[in-house]
Structures are given as structure tokens and as C-alpha cells.
T-cell receptor, first 115, second 110 residues
Framework: SAVISQKPSRDICQRGTSLTIQCQVD?????MFWYRQQPGQSLTLIAT?????????ESGFVIDKFPISRPNLTFSTLTVSNLSPEDSSIYLC????????????FGPGTRLTVL | DAKTTQPPSMDCAEGRAANLPCNHS???????VYWYRQIHSQGPQYIIH???NNETNEMASLIITEDRKSSTLILPHATLRDTAVYYC???????????FGKGTSLLVTP
């Protein structure tokens, strides 16, 4: 299995600002993903963070709003830009390829509130 | 990935077995059945997965029908800490991301 940490665990931000969320894994992993969970909803995949290349975004998510970095096999960041109250969600980092390629593990999440 | 159908909510008495059903009638031959759960305000937790044989681990058992069109997750002795949303997900065994549906909200009562 993989141990995943996220920073910050929660934050309250003003509209128009940006928040960068860090995801650190305790071992090298093949795949890293970012999800969003809006209040009372299920998880929605934002993008796949690719090491050494641009992230692959799902429909409805764009790089200008959600820039992602993945400089190595254990670390990734997600920035949520130009915040609005609609961005208030839990953002989760997830990895696979740690304990075999078929199991996906999740971080504890970052709870973002935008005022 | 094949679509899954789960009841929106279920109740279970503490100490009894919790049987959570999932329909996946369009599952392909190379798709696995995965179960995750999300306890309130935490990241989803992997429970178990299987292809066509029944599987058991320290957390749960997974029963897959012979035609693979449905499955049941069994928590043999539910505790209050098992109260969570349970997600049944069908996908190929690869590095692709999981697609979450609405899941089943399980409430374990004293």
C-alpha cells in the first residue's frame, strides 16, 4: 500500500485568489490523480498527473483553472486558480502502482472553502 | 467502464452481516469489480476487488454471480465504524483512474 499526505488539510480563501495543494507519497508510484468532491456529491476526476509532461484533463476541467505539476514519482501539486465559491470542495490526491497496478489509494483530502 | 447500480441507502444492525448489492449487467470480460468506501470527511478506502471468483480478505467478502452481472459485498459483523458510503466500481485492471458513482450510504445502528 501507499501512504499519502496532503497539505494543507483545509483552508479558507477569498474569491479571486489561488490555492496550491501538495500531495506527497511515501513510495514511487506510476500514476497520480486529482479528484474533486463537491458538497454532498461523489468524487469527480479532475486530471491525471503525468510525470515529466503535461497533465491529462477530464472533460470540463482546464489547465488554466487547475494547473498541475508532477516533478517526480512521489510528489504532485494541484492549484485551483481564480477561486469562486463554486470551487468550495474537497480535493483528493490518489495514486496507483504502489502495491501492484490495480489498487488505487487516496490521500486524506484538502477541504477548501471560498468566501 | 461499465456502469453500476447500487441502492442509495441501507441500514444494518451492529453485529449483523451487511450485504451490499451491486448490478453491473454490461460488464466486459476483462473488467474487474472493485469496492471502496468513504467514511465521512476521509479519503476513499480500498476494500476488495475480484474478476469472477469470490474473494475474501480481512475486511470483507466479495461474491460475484456466475454471469458476472451482479455482485455483493459482505461485511460479516458490521460495527458502527463501518458506517460509510460504499462504492462499487467496474473497470479494467490497469492504471486508469476510478470512476465513482453515487454509491450506497450504509448506516450501522446500535
Amino acid at each position: 500500500s501507499a501512504v499519502i499526505s496532503q497539505k494543507p488539510s483545509r483552508d479558507i480563501c477569498q474569491r479571486g485568489t489561488s490555492l496550491t495543494i501538495q500531495c506527497q507519497v511515501d513510495s514511487q508510484v506510476t500514476m497520480m490523480f486529482w479528484y474533486r468532491q463537491q458538497p454532498g456529491q461523489s468524487l469527480t476526476l479532475i486530471a491525471t498527473a503525468n510525470q515529466g509532461s503535461e497533465a491529462t484533463y477530464e472533460s470540463g476541467f482546464v489547465i488554466d483553472k487547475f494547473p498541475i505539476s508532477r516533478p517526480n514519482l512521489t510528489f504532485s501539486t494541484l492549484t485551483v486558480s481564480n477561486l469562486s465559491p463554486e470551487d468550495s470542495s474537497i480535493y483528493l490526491c490518489s495514486v496507483s502502482g504502489a502495491g501492484g497496478p490495480d489498487t488505487q489509494y487516496f490521500g486524506p483530502g484538502t477541504r477548501l472553502t471560498v468566501l | 467502464d461499465a456502469k453500476t447500480t447500487q441502492p442509495p441507502s441501507m441500514d444494518c444492525a451492529e453485529g449483523r452481516a451487511a450485504n451490499l448489492p451491486c448490478n453491473h449487467s454490461t460488464i466486459s470480460g476483462n473488467e474487474y469489480v472493485y469496492w471502496y468506501r468513504q467514511i465521512h470527511s476521509q479519503g476513499p478506502q480500498y476494500i476488495i476487488h475480484g474478476l469472477k471468483n469470490n474473494e475474501t480478505n480481512e475486511m470483507a467478502s466479495l461474491i460475484i454471480t456466475e454471469d458476472r452481472k451482479s455482485s455483493t459485498l459482505i461485511l460479516p459483523h458490521a460495527t458502527l465504524r463501518d458506517t460509510a458510503v460504499y462504492y462499487c466500481i467496474v473497470r479494467v485492471n490497469s492504471g486508469y483512474a476510478l470512476n465513482f458513482g453515487k454509491g450506497t450510504s450504509l448506516l450501522v445502528t446500535p
